[in-house]
């Protein structure tokens, strides 16, 4: 199995991280057991949780079994938790201090192989698209939010 951390992807661009997921799925057929995807959202506006809670309190579960959020003693902000940490996938949104919205989702088996299928098919031209700033990937100048990537995959020959 191999680990590739959100630390092992500092610096990397999007063309970078594409072409070792290319390369090992195409070398080696691989599996991806798990994936975590986080993005930040600075501006506190694109990533709607209002309205997301609204729409599961109407009965849109968004593939999601459990909803659930908590309110921190310590600064009474809220954490919206979507899904089981058990289950295939598994979302959270919170206030990170202040700085931005967070909002991380895990995928795992069936859900995290069909992200790695669909970047692994990605063709280089799509890449003419996307801008990229330090250590990360910032997919469109009008949507300022950050992501962080950590992936599970198991590899064989």
Known sequence: MVDFTGKYFQ???????????RGLCNAYGCHCCRIDIATDDVTYQHIPVDEM???????NKFYFRTYDHCESEADGKIT?????????????IYDHKGQFLRHETEFKGKYAQKI???IADIERDWFNNLSTKGSQVKFNEQFPTTMNIRIFITYWG
Do not use: F, L, P
Request: proline share 0%; aromatic share 6%; no cysteine.
């Open 53 to 59: 809670v609204q729409a599961i309190n109407d009965g």
């Open 11 to 21: 610096g990397k661009t999007a063309i970078d991280i594409w072409r070792i997921i």
């Open 80 to 92: 919206h938790a979507m899904g089981s940490r058990k289950s295939d996938h598994y979302t959270r």
């Open 116 to 118: 790695i299928d669909i």
